[in-house]
């Protein structure tokens, strides 16, 4: 298999681009477990690993506060988890 020098520099940018994904992904998860103990200490402590889970982010994106979060109440914010992610709910 030979693949001419256009297609090797559109891979070559390919990669870097996913490269440069991959680094801004690791950035935001590591912004969000920086602020979320000083925003919310006691929910930092609850989701622990889950920090990074889909649902979990997910529900932070709809519920961005602790008010919000805590208007839900905690069967709703159950619900809510039960919904997004069964097994962590």
Do not use: N, W
Request: glycine share 6%; charged share 25%; with cysteine.
């Amino acid at each position: 298999l030979k693949l001419a020098d256009e297609q090797i520099a559109e891979l070559s940018m390919l990669c870097g681009f996913d490269d440069d994904l991959a680094a801004q992904t690791t950035q935001a998860s590591k912004r969000i477990r920086g602020l979320l103990p000083q925003i919310h200490p006691a929910l930092e402590r609850v989701l622990g690993p889950r920090l990074e889970h889909p649902a979990v982010l997910a529900l932070l994106q709809r519920y961005p506060s602790p008010e919000k979060l805590a208007s839900l109440g905690e069967k709703k914010l159950a619900a809510q988890l039960c919904k997004l992610a069964p097994r962590l709910g």
